[in-house]
């Protein structure tokens, strides 16, 4: 089954502590976006990678890294959490940078830092 | 840049209702235009899209045009069932700004009543 697949889906954190939620598509993609939702603010893209070794910064960088060192996975990395970070996260991929294809979307994962 | 507008909800409509969703953007170029669903405690599912002027991406019973004239993409079901009650996002695909990402709506939530 075509599918991106998010862990953790749930995560309770204290503030500080570096965390790792992965990302995994086995669509073959070249494009992959991370999407932070939040009430009353919506979808907001975090980071995106358009090919292996080729990552940009979307609109909310601040706070996250990224990584594409295999085409299949894209891990969004928190290297110090604080309490603006929590939120609904998403990853998302695509045949085409352009999104005509539209986006496969993750389960979610709910972070939580405290 | 790229911009989304959907009307706000909520919506609350009784089974067999006819909806519609308003949906307008702003866009340079021409962009693809997608209807994505969540359902709660989901991830966001692509429900329908339409990738030039006056397209009509239809699925699950719903409609949207893209009207290029009036930037619209509005979405339309003839009857809805209890089953439909979920958050309907409007977005656009493309080039935002520097960025290659879909652009959502805030969202909007529909809840169908028996």
């Known amino acids: 089954e075509a599918q991106v697949t998010q862990n953790p889906r749930y995560l309770i954190t204290v503030t500080g502590k570096k965390l790792t939620v992965t990302c995994s598509q086995n669509?073959?993609?070249?494009?992959m976006s991370w999407y932070r939702q939040d009430p009353g603010l919506g979808l907001r893209q975090i980071y995106y990678?358009?090919?292996?070794?080729?990552?940009d910064k979307g609109d909310v960088p601040e706070g996250y890294k990224v990584s594409r060192k295999e085409k299949r996975n894209f891990p969004l990395i928190l290297e110090s959490p604080s309490p603006n970070q929590t939120s609904l996260y998403f990853c998302?991929?695509?045949?085409?940078?352009?999104?005509?294809?539209?986006?496969?979307f993750g389960s979610g994962t709910r972070l939580t830092v405290v | 840049g790229n911009s989304v507008t959907q009307m706000e909800g909520p919506v609350t409509l009784s089974e067999e209702a006819f909806l519609t969703i308003n949906c307008t953007y702003t866009?340079?170029?021409?962009?693809?235009l997608f209807w994505y669903v969540q359902y709660p405690g989901e991830g966001l599912q692509l429900l329908l899209k339409?990738?030039?002027?006056?397209d009509k991406g239809s699925n699950k019973g719903f409609e949207a045009t893209y009207r290029k004239e009036t930037t619209s993409f509005h979405l339309e079901k003839g009857s809805v069932q209890v089953s439909d009650s979920a958050v309907y996002f409007c977005?656009?695909?493309?080039?935002?700004?520097?960025?290659?990402?879909?652009?959502f709506g805030k969202g909007t939530l529909l809840t169908v009543n028996p």
């Open positions: 998302a991929s695509s045949l085409s940078i352009q999104g005509n294809y539209g986006y496969t």
């Open positions: 669509m073959n993609h070249e494009y």
């Open positions: 990678s358009m090919n292996v070794e080729v990552t």
């Open positions: 866009a340079t170029g021409y962009p693809s």
């Open positions: 339409a990738t030039k002027a006056d």
């Open positions: 977005a656009l695909g493309g080039r935002g700004g520097s960025n290659y990402k879909l652009t």
